[in-house]
């Protein structure tokens, strides 16, 4: 059974930082991309962060609005990605997902957490 359980949210003022954690499991977490999405009230989905999959060498990339703020990285042996997110803004407030992602023989496995909250006061 696969889950993604993503932890690290919560209240910071402006300018602080948060580290958010996503847990995988009932899949192969090297052969996956990882991405980090967010949707603020009111809002669609966006992109933050991503790290490629074994076959990319985990490269990784990021949404234009993160401007070097936020990094993404992943640890293979512990089956998790996190997403460290500096000098943070009200305007990051949204709740943050964990994405994993994989294309094998034109078949697409994308899987989704819950997501965790992620609140920046002015």
């Known amino acids: 059974q696969v889950e993604l359980v993503e932890s690290g949210g919560g209240l910071v003022q402006a300018g602080g930082s948060l580290r958010l954690s996503c847990v995988a499991s009932?899949?192969?977490?090297?052969?996956?991309?990882m991405k980090w999405y967010r949707q603020a009230p009111g809002k669609e989905r966006e992109f933050v962060a991503g790290?490629?999959?074994?076959?990319?060498?985990?490269?990784?990339f990021y949404g234009d609005f993160v401007k070097g703020r936020f990094t993404i990285s992943r640890d293979n042996a512990k089956n998790t990605v996190y997403l460290q997110m500096n000098s943070l803004k009200p305007e990051d407030t949204a709740v943050y997902y964990c994405?994993?992602?994989?294309?094998?023989?034109?078949?697409?496995?994308?899987?989704w957490g819950h997501g965790t909250q992620v609140t920046v006061s002015s």
């Open positions: 994405n994993a992602k994989e294309l094998l023989f034109s078949q697409v496995y994308q899987y």
């Open positions: 790290s490629g999959s074994s076959a990319s060498g985990h490269s990784t």
């Open positions: 009932g899949f192969t977490f090297s052969e996956y991309s």
